[in-house]
């Protein structure tokens, strides 16, 4: 999604322009309605124990609402972690480096948790 | 201009040390703090759904640091800063589409009815899992 300045501006002095804003809000608007059904799901799944909560995130329509509430949250929280770090690191090199972690951090917990949702989701019937 | 001193007496900035509190801004100040928890506690929701895949061992390892005293401390915490980061992250895109609560008294009011959501919202929720 772009905005219509954009485009008859490039990309402004920050290099950026209001995606990263847009981004945010977007992925916010989609947690409004994923987090409220999370809270209450990972409540009933934690007190079912092992089988009970093998059983729950391997309902098809948990296994989906599940990987769509880990995309939204972890992106979001990229794009959260990206500001504090550009706000707080004024040393160029530690900036990049810490702006990389996140990156990498988070997608290697996207990586891990919708594989482990998509394992036992798929190992359930087997 | 840099360099050249500051012959005006016009004020500066304030630093965060010498700022007088009020409520936007410890509401402002807890968003943050709140979404860099969360961050964290995503790691740890990581981990219990990779220890849920991985097997039965590896959950109740997970299952016993959640049930520890540390463990329930932070849940709480973590319940608290999902709600906190909730309610204000609403009252953000308000501000951003409607674009009402702006009014400092109101702000102020809202604030304050985020911190209170947050606590009381957490200390229910807790109430009803070990209930039911």
Redesign the interface.
């Known amino acids: 999604m772009t905005t219509s300045a954009k485009s008859v501006r490039g990309l402004g002095s920050a290099g950026a322009g209001t995606q990263h804003h847009i981004r945010q ?1 977007v992925t ?2 989609a ?2 309605f994923l ?1 409220p059904w999370f ?1 209450y799901s ?2 009933v799944a ?2 079912a124990g ?1 089988e009970g ?2 059983t729950w ?1 391997a309902q098809p329509v948990n296994a989906i609402l599940l990987i769509l509430t880990l995309s939204a ?2 992106y979001h ?1 990229r794009l ?2 990206q500001v ?1 770090i550009e706000d707080y690191i004024a040393k160029s090199g530690t900036r990049q480096a810490l702006l990389i972690l996140n990156t990498f951090a988070v997608i290697a ?1 996207a990586a ?2 919708i ?3 998509l ?2 989701w798929f190992t359930a019937g087997a | 201009m840099a360099g050249q001193g500051r012959a005006d007496s016009r004020p500066l900035s304030p630093h965060l040390q010498i700022w007088k509190w009020h409520w936007t801004m410890a509401g402002s100040i807890f968003h ?1 703090v709140s ?2 928890g ?2 964290g506690g ?2 740890l ?2 981990a ?3 220890a ?2 991985t097997g ?1 061992e590896a ?2 390892f997970v ?1 016993m640091i ?1 049930f520890s005293l540390p463990g329930q401390i932070l849940l709480f915490l973590w ?1 608290m800063a ?1 709600l906190y980061h ?1 309610a204000n ?2 009252r ?2 308000i501000w ?1 589409g409607p674009m009402i609560g702006f009014n400092p008294g109101v702000a102020s009011l809202w604030s304050m009815f985020n911190f209170a959501f947050a606590i009381i919202g957490a200390a229910v ?1 807790w109430s009803l ?1 070990s209930f039911y």
């Open positions: 809000r916010a608007v947690l409004l987090v809270l990972i409540i934690c007190k092992y909560a093998l995130v949250a972890l929280m959260g972690i504090v917990l891990a948790t594989l482990s949702v394992k036992i | 943050r979404g860099l969360l961050y995503a790691f929701i990581g219990w759904l990779v849920l895949a039965p959950y109740a299952e959640a319940s999902v909730f992250g609403l953000h895109l951003d929720i899992a």
